[in-house]
């Protein structure tokens, strides 16, 4: 197993390398690039808001329930929801979310040409098939998470407000004032720099899985399947490390 893990590892070194060269004709490249960004990005811009928004405010209802006291202030509830937020789920487990999104996508898409032979006619006609389908869809995500970063956190604070406003399960005032106490500027940053890596990583092995998938429909399946699951795994992986690297 550990033999086959290497190969498999050496195999994907070797496709990025073909991926991250110089691109033929730019004109072409970010005509793709656009696109990818609308395909990647921007549908997946939806999903990102309605999870974050009903997330928000069922952790804000969990910590309330939970942990009121009368020896805890009532904005820790607020301070609790913004760190969980920032920390983990707009970073971490909204791109594990998307691994199953964005993952799946690619990996069909691309399994499907390389079952199709539209691949192989790339490669006859001299292009450079690894740069020409993966790079695009590689850099448009990793430009978007940001964006998508954004949108969660802003979404999930305005579900956790819509607890207050609507539910009555706390005084906004009480969950603004937690939600601003002790601020740490470097919290937002380092989500963002987790979800530059996550969101490469969901790309890159997705576009492995796909490109060299062999066989018919049903190994397209799989492979989309195993993108998924190793691009999961991989997330988890990193967040540990780059936790660890950034506390």
């Known amino acids: ?115 199709t032979q539209q691949i192989d006619a790339l490669e006859i006609m001299g292009v450079n098939s690894a740069n020409y389908l993966i790079l695009p869809k590689v850099m448009a995500f990793v430009t978007a998470i940001p964006i998508m970063v954004t949108f969660s956190i802003f979404a999930a604070v305005v579900g956790g407000f819509c607890t207050c406003w609507f539910g009555g399960i706390m005084s906004a005032e009480d969950l603004q004032y937690g939600l601003q106490y002790d601020f740490v500027e470097w919290f937002v940053w380092s989500g963002y720099i987790k979800s530059f890596v996550f969101a490469f990583i969901i790309s890159s092995v997705s576009a492995f899985f796909g490109y060299t998938v062999r066989g018919g429909s049903i190994e397209v399946g799989k492979a989309s399947t195993d993108a998924v699951v190793c691009s999961s795994v991989l997330i988890l992986f990193a967040d540990l490390i780059l936790t660890r690297l950034m506390a």
């Open 1 to 115: 197993m550990i033999v086959k893990a290497l190969n498999t590892f050496g195999h994907y070194l070797m496709l990025m390398g073909r991926v991250f060269t110089k691109p033929e004709r730019w004109r072409m490249f970010f005509n793709q690039y656009i696109r990818e960004i609308e395909q990647l990005g921007v549908d997946s811009i939806f999903i990102v808001l309605l999870i974050s928004f009903f997330i928000g405010a069922v952790i804000t209802i969990q910590f309330k329930l939970n942990i009121e006291s009368v020896f805890m202030p009532r904005w820790t509830v607020g301070y609790a929801t913004r760190e969980i937020m920032l920390l983990e789920f707009s970073s971490a487990i909204m791109c594990l979310i998307l691994a199953g999104k964005v993952g799946s996508n690619i990996a069909s898409e691309l399994g499907t040409m390389r079952v």
